[in-house]
């Protein structure tokens, strides 16, 4: 109890911070700048990542464009009539009115803010257009929003009106078809040839004449209306959107003409949805898991489509295109936080050896301070206040620069860095105040001394087999659980705890590799001393004693191999992403340059026609169907079904940068069983494997069977895709109708924009610049080659302090030497083979240890969410990039030498062999 009366609180000594920080004002600024540029880089990449995650969620919404959409469907009230007919709803329009303000408030505060306001759409059913050469259709289309439908001016006839002046009127079942009054485009009217007061011809799916008349021609007042997306139609002749060679016309109906739209067409015919359109600006990275949920529980409550009532059904993929950007976006803050631990980890230790270097020069007056009486307390809180002093201050700075940079400021990563540049030298110099006061001797008994040393390995021993379990669970983590968060609906899209493990496996993988180094290294000294002494040479003798004198010295060999290695490895990232993006561009496209036509425009002499063009190498013809209808043991699959010549499509892809599909060969093959075509398959889910019977249906006809006989090469980079060489369909009655044309060459651009077709031209080197520009693509790229820049410029200062550390030492053993006639440059090539070790080690097997590290950990990065491939990139070593980076470590080496050298040109011998008296 008298113990803890008497004890005091430390007593700092003022005058001896304010010196001791005025004799050493070089390292402690060497520290601050340390700690201040690490803190920037650790305080604005997490904010300036989520600024492009939530750039990158835009975009995403942005390219799903309908895709993206949240429709609302709901049946209509039963229109049946007191007599056994159909009667008349004047007030149908109002009907719909209340339907969108109904699905309007079912949104919730937080989908209606990330939405536009909504439109209602009301389409009748897909009529034929009787008469013509080529097959027509024709579908009414009522839109309606919170103002109205879009603006129009009529420029012929009037704006449709009721068929009937009567406000009830029931009409029988089986009566003669109901009139309905639509307005028709200029586009429209012209491609028909009719105008105001014409019927267009039009017949239903079960033969049925329809009674369509045009009340006249109208003019958009603005075509960039958002309601006029939802039926294209209304502007312009639709070709294809109807199946491959036809034509879509439609006519637009009015508030007074959609009560007899319902009577022109069965009951059940006549279908409505409000439509939703995001607002992507007004979408972020924190909103989209509520959003993507709220999505979820929307159509989770959705009503039966068999229902008869009036429930409301929704129907969207906005929750999985908000899914898969936060997929993407956690996949690249996983990415760089990885780049991130191993800077953090690179900058802690090269603050490790600033301190250290700071302690040796203190280590005189700390040993006198503390023999003339000073409490270790006393001293430690001295030390304690000057690094946290600087470090504070040096941080500060950092994170203000961030915030002058950035949107915003994250401290959660410089805290590390804080605490290791305020710790690491007042941790460092209570160890050597409290040894230099120590009074127990070195033991006289063999025995006692062995026990010390055994102490000391195995303390050792422990802490590097704690470092490799630790690396080992890291990378059985990365590679079992990959670094993916779990989704969750309170996700907030921070990293959480479960990825500390297998976000350090690279870190860790690096550390374990430098202290095998460190292992190896003074056993490979020792062996060159005893070579050395063999020899003749008395400098080879005296640098690989003292190399051998100085190669247990951990703190160098672990700066140097770690951020050579980590360097290493953000080189290969960056190198294999960009490479990545190059190989993902041709997936993507699938050539130099792509042509998405009409069916009536992809005939042989449009081929012919470009083949002919000035740099033109080849084209091949296909047709491409998204989503096509293929049933496998009466389960409906929908993959991309491409029919192609087999053999042109081998040429292009052998002249091609995309790999190659030796399977192509067995379509020409004869199937397995008589029949049969046979098909390669690719599936994402594993839905299409090889072997599995398929069936591809027909109108009017039986299906056709597919024998599914290999694995299929990625098309444009759909997951599931079923290849089929149009030969051999149309041997079995389908004959392909190509709508795409793959072009290869320099001219290939050119030579599609030129073919004065309509058609949507799709350029390889467009689909690569969208892709380097994406917010997370080019956020991954710049700090992959920041972290490189860093981690080097870190080992060299790194090399810099270790030299500075011991340069005392040597030069005091090197100036003696000299009295035994070692002559100036002699010396200097002694310090280089004292020198050059550790760093010829660290600049051969760090760039080795960063390619093992990327081979091991690249994988399970998920690379391919970044680069939009369908599998991981491939690795690629830039040896040019490694090679210059060692060469630069072995530079900054060869350059202390000298400077040391000219330094101590002026020390006095005398000096120098009184050291120590």
Not at 28 to 36: G, H, I, R
Not at 102 to 107: G, I
Not at 283 to 297: D, F
Not at 326 to 340: D, E, G, I
Request: one cysteine or more; hydrophobic letters at 50%; charged letters at 20%.
């Amino acid at each position: 109890m008298n113990r803890w009366l008497t004890r005091r609180w430390p007593a700092p000594h003022w005058p001896s911070i304010r010196g001791r920080g005025r004799t050493d004002a070089g390292p402690l600024l060497l520290t601050a700048a340390v700690v201040a540029a690490v803190t920037l880089l650790a305080g604005a990449v997490p904010v300036l990542l989520r600024a492009a995650a939530d750039d990158a969620v835009q975009d995403t919404v942005r390219r799903a464009g309908p895709d993206a959409n949240v429709l609302v469907h709901a049946n209509w009230e039963r229109d049946d009539g007191p007599t056994g007919g159909r009667v008349r709803m004047p007030d149908l329009a109002e009907d719909v009115d209340d339907f969108r303000t109904r699905a309007a408030y079912a949104l919730g505060p937080d989908l209606d803010a990330a939405l536009l306001p909504p439109v209602a759409a009301v389409n009748g059913p897909i009529l034929s257009i009787t008469g013509g050469s080529m097959p027509r259709t024709f579908q009414f289309t009522y839109l309606a929003g919170d103002l109205g439908g879009p603006d129009v001016t009529w420029t012929a006839g009037t704006p449709p009106g009721p068929a009937v002046s009567d406000q009830y009127v029931e009409t029988p079942y089986d009566g003669p078809p109901w009139p309905v009054q639509v307005g028709l485009s200029e586009e429209d009217a012209t491609a028909l040839d009719l105008g105001p007061g014409d019927r267009i011809p039009l017949r239903d799916g079960q033969g049925r004449d329809k009674d369509v008349r045009i009340s006249g021609i109208y003019r958009p007042a603005d075509s960039a209306d958002p309601a006029w997306r939802l039926a294209p139609a209304l502007l312009r002749p639709a070709p294809g959107a109807d199946g491959v060679g036809t034509t879509r016309f439609a006519g637009l109906l009015s508030r007074e003409s959609l009560p007899d739209a319902r009577l022109a067409v069965d009951e059940d015919q006549l279908r409505r949805t409000v439509h939703f359109a995001p607002v992507p600006d007004a979408l972020t990275w924190n909103a989209t898991a509520a959003l993507a949920s709220q999505m979820v529980k929307l159509k989770a409550a959705s009503g039966s489509s068999g229902d008869r009532e009036q429930s409301l059904r929704w129907e969207s993929q906005l929750d999985t295109v908000l899914r898969d950007a936060r997929t993407r976006n956690s996949a690249a803050f996983a990415q760089a936080a990885v780049l991130l631990a191993g800077v953090l980890t690179a900058t802690v230790l090269v603050l490790l050896l600033a301190a250290d270097l700071l302690v040796r020069r203190r280590a005189p007056v700390l040993g006198a301070a503390r023999q003339r009486g000073a409490a270790l307390p006393d001293l430690g809180t001295e030390l304690i206040t000057e690094s946290t002093v600087v470090s504070l201050s040096a941080a500060a700075v950092g994170l203000a620069l961030a915030r002058a940079v950035a949107p915003g400021v994250s401290w959660t990563w410089a805290v590390p860095v804080v605490l290791a540049g305020a710790a690491a030298g007042p941790a460092f110099g209570t160890l050597t105040a409290a040894r230099a006061s120590r009074d127990r001797r070195q033991p006289a008994n063999p025995a006692a001394r062995r026990w010390i040393r055994a102490t000391g390995q195995l303390r050792r021993a422990s802490m590097e087999a704690a470092v490799l379990i630790a690396a080992v669970a890291a990378f059985v983590t990365l590679h079992q659980r990959g670094l993916l968060p779990v989704a969750s609906d309170g996700d907030t899209g921070e990293l959480t705890g479960d990825l500390i493990l297998p976000i350090s496996a690279l870190t860790l993988g690096a550390l374990v590799g430098a202290l095998v180094l460190l292992r190896l290294l003074p056993l490979g000294a020792r062996f060159a001393l005893r070579q050395a002494l063999r020899s003749r040479r008395p400098l080879a003798v005296f640098s690989a004693a003292q190399a051998a004198t100085t190669a247990g010295r951990a703190l160098p060999l672990l700066v140097l191999v770690s951020t050579t290695a980590l360097a290493s490895f953000a080189l290969i990232l960056g190198t294999t992403v960009t490479r990545g993006l190059a190989d993902g561009a041709w997936s993507t496209v699938g050539a130099d340059a792509r042509l998405d036509v009409g069916a009536d425009a992809a005939t042989p002499a449009l081929a012919e026609r470009i083949a002919a063009a000035p740099g033109v190498e080849q084209v091949v013809v296909a047709q491409v169907t998204d989503s096509a209808r293929v049933f496998s043991e009466s389960t409906l699959l929908t993959p991309r079904l491409v029919i192609v010549d087999t053999a042109a499509f081998q040429r292009l892809l052998a002249s091609t940068p995309l790999p190659d599909a030796p399977a192509l060969a067995r379509l020409t093959a004869p199937g397995r069983g008589p029949g049969d075509v046979p098909a390669l398959v690719r599936s994402g889910d594993g839905a299409l494997r090889t072997g599995t019977p398929l069936q591809l249906p027909r109108d009017g006809a039986p299906a056709i069977r597919l024998a599914a006989v290999g694995t299929a090469p990625s098309v444009g980079g759909a997951t599931d895709v079923v290849v089929v060489d149009a030969a051999a369909l149309a041997e079995a009655g389908l004959p392909a109708v190509p709508n795409t044309v793959w072009v290869t060459g320099p001219g290939a651009a050119r030579a599609l924009s030129n073919t004065g077709v309509a058609a949507d031209v799709v350029l390889r080197a467009d689909a690569l610049r969208a892709q380097r520009v994406a917010p997370l693509t080019a956020g991954l790229l710049r700090l992959a080659w920041t972290a490189a820049a860093v981690l080097l410029a870190l080992g060299m200062l790194g090399l810099t302090l270790a030299a500075a550390a011991g340069a005392s030492e040597r030069w005091q053993t090197l100036t003696r030497l000299r009295t035994l006639g070692l002559r100036p440059r002699d010396v200097r090539w002694v310090a280089a083979g004292e020198l050059l070790p550790p760093v010829v080690v660290a600049a051969v097997c760090g760039p080795l240890l960063g390619a093992l590290l990327a081979r091991l950990t690249l994988g399970p990065l998920d690379l391919r969410l970044l680069t939009g491939q369908g599998d991981n990139p491939a690795t690629v070593l830039p040896w040019w990039l490694l090679g210059l980076a060692s060469v630069a470590l072995l530079a900054a080496a060869a350059t202390v030498v000298p400077v040391e050298s000219a330094l101590r040109r002026r020390d006095r011998l005398s000096e120098v062999l009184r050291a120590g008296e």
